[in-house]
């Protein structure tokens, strides 16, 4: 048994962090369990993100074989540790839009109407103080003078930095003393179970969650860790659903072959997987622009004097976002916005992000002197199911976000790699760029394009939708973001998104986490 508190967060990352702050601010006791050590520092240097990678600081999951991606197993790190996925991010802070912030409001009702929710993100915004960057490369330089019509025009990312470099969403809680952390995997939700001479619990009766059983590092018994007024999952796109199903709390079809007694069938718990894939177009640029994988004396002496510099980059500096052009290809027609629908609108847009590096190969020391526009779809159309094949929670789940299913959004990144090759060819990348590396110049055409596409595209780490949240009762959590079927059990994190944002989605779900706990901490639910 671990100290009494009053709510238990499961997840202390981007959303957790923030919902922790909200409930202790509102007086309650709050602890948090996080899978990662709590008392490591994440790498601050913006640079160093991907270094990350397949560290302690990421699960390092992998998706189940992609049949539309030639066969690949696509990496899906999320982060672990405090802060979450903001230790291991690209750091960009980009509110949602207006579209996105409309998909809430039909998902929620009233309660998140868009000025209601834009409220909730100022609240956020105030927190988190993003920054501008403080050293641009002569390749995000170039891209910003670039005067393609676009509906976001080219702009360098604000970001979750500060002079000491990375901001994690654990860093929100340093001044929150009640919050406690707690080391360890949350495994299994505990429940209500009727005591002798009591009445049983009805199988209808909503399952009523007080607790969760957590496997610590060094101990190997499980943890009984019990909630006063209720559990809120925070775990993620992966990891909340996960841990639903470890409970007994979801699909039949998918709870019955693990031997999981259901306790609550929910159907759409693990469904809606959707994320971002990004397809990098890569050009050579002049050697002497080369950024660099190694840094040297001058740049960590620019890092720690002045906060600028190389290392101060996050690589991922500066986008924009296009409509896809006209192809006249049924496929991508159908991609086609009726007039004044933004949510279509964004299905027809595609965002770009330029990094001043090779997308696949840096930082290996042999990356050539490269740059990269990576093209993805705004709102891709193709849906994929987290399911598990197993009740231990060491296996992890099987990921299938069944990239490029929908033809249309093959298509549309075919089209978003033209406009990319186009842009690389206008002033002031002309005559500066040099060949394209990949797709490459032999691979113009639409099939070859493709191809490409399903060779080498990847995650832009964004998944999002696999609790769904809906109103009218067929999604996992409700517009309060309590789990259907149960008493004392939120979901609020990134997957209950309904969709993808269209844009970068931490700022979102912070400005969602922060909506449902102020809402839940007042008890206006
Ligand atoms: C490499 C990378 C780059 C990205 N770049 C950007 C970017 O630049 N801008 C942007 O807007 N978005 C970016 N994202 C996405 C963004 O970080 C996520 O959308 C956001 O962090 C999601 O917040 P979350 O709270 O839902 O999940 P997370 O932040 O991932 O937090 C979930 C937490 O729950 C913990 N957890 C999970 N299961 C358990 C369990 N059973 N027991 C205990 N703890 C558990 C995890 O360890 C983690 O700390 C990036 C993501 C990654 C991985």
């Not at 002497?288 to 002045?306: G, I």
């Not at 290392?311 to 192809?327: K, M, T, V």
């Not at 094949?389 to 299913?405: E, K, N, Q």
């Not at 990319?420 to 099939?447: H, I, M, N, Q, T």
């Amino acid at each position: 048994m671990g100290q009494p508190c009053d709510y238990l967060i499961v997840g202390g990352g981007a959303a957790g962090c923030v919902v922790a702050r909200v409930l202790a601010e509102h007086g309650y006791r709050v602890t948090i369990v996080e899978a990662g050590r709590t008392q490591t520092p994440p790498l601050r240097r913006p640079a160093d993100y991907l270094r990350s990678f397949g560290t302690r600081d990421d699960w390092a999951f992998v998706t189940v074989p992609q049949p539309e991606l030639a066969g690949r197993r696509i990496r899906q790190p999320r982060g672990r540790g405090p802060g979450g996925s903001t230790r291991i991010n690209a750091m960009i802070w980009y509110p949602p839009q207006a579209t996105d912030l409309r998909m809430l409001a039909e998902a929620g009702g009233p309660d998140w109407a868009p000025d209601r929710l834009d409220a909730s993100l100022n609240r956020v915004t105030a927190w988190v103080r993003p920054e501008p960057p403080r050293w641009l490369s002569t390749a995000s330089r170039r891209f910003l003078d670039l005067s393609r019509p676009a509906f976001h025009a080219p702009h360098a990312f604000a970001r979750m930095t500060d002079r000491r470099g990375r901001k994690t969403a654990a860093d929100l809680l340093m001044d929150s003393g009640s919050v406690v952390w707690v080391d360890g995997q949350a495994e299994r939700l505990l429940v209500a179970e009727a005591s002798p001479g009591e009445d049983a619990v009805a199988p209808r009766d909503p399952l009523r969650v007080t607790g969760v059983e957590v496997r610590q590092p060094d101990n190997p018994q499980p943890r009984t860790i019990l909630a006063d007024r209720g559990v809120v999952l925070c775990g993620g796109a992966i990891g909340s659903p996960t841990l639903l199903l470890r409970s007994g709390i979801g699909p039949a079809d998918v709870l019955n072959p693990c031997g999981i007694v259901p306790r609550v069938v929910s159907e759409e718990v693990g469904h809606h997987l959707v994320d971002h894939l990004v397809m990098p177009v890569i050009f050579g640029i002049p050697p002497r622009e080369r950024f660099p994988t190694r840094f040297s004396v001058r740049d960590l002496a620019r890092w720690q004097v002045v906060a600028t510099g190389p290392a101060s980059s996050n690589l991922a500096e500066a986008g924009a976002i296009y409509a896809l052009p006209p192809r006249g290809d049924a496929r991508q027609d159908r991609c086609r916005p009726p007039a004044g629908d933004d949510a279509e609108q964004a299905r027809n847009q595609f965002q770009v992000h330029l990094t001043p590096t090779h997308y696949l190969l840096h930082p290996a020391d042999g990356a050539p002197a490269a740059m990269t526009i990576g093209v993805n779809l705004c709102r891709p159309r193709s849906r994929g199911r987290l399911t598990i094949r197993s009740a231990d929670p060491r296996i992890p789940p099987d990921i299938d976000p069944r990239y490029l299913t929908d033809e249309a959004d093959g298509a549309g990144l075919v089209a978003a790699v033209g406009a990319a090759r186009e842009l690389a060819r206008s002033e002031p990348f002309a005559g500066w760029v040099r060949e394209e590396l990949l797709p490459g110049a032999k691979r113009p055409s639409f099939e070859r394009t493709l191809q490409a596409i399903r060779r080498f595209s990847q995650t832009l780490y964004h998944p999002v939708g696999t609790c769904r949240m809906a109103r009218d009762g067929t999604g996992v959590v409700d517009a309060a973001c309590r789990v259907r079927g149960t008493v004392g059990l939120h979901v609020i994190d990134a997957s209950v998104l309904p969709d993808i944002p269209s844009v970068n989605p931490n700022a979102t779900v912070m400005a969602l986490a922060y909506h449902a706990a102020t809402r839940m901490a007042s008890g206006s639910e």
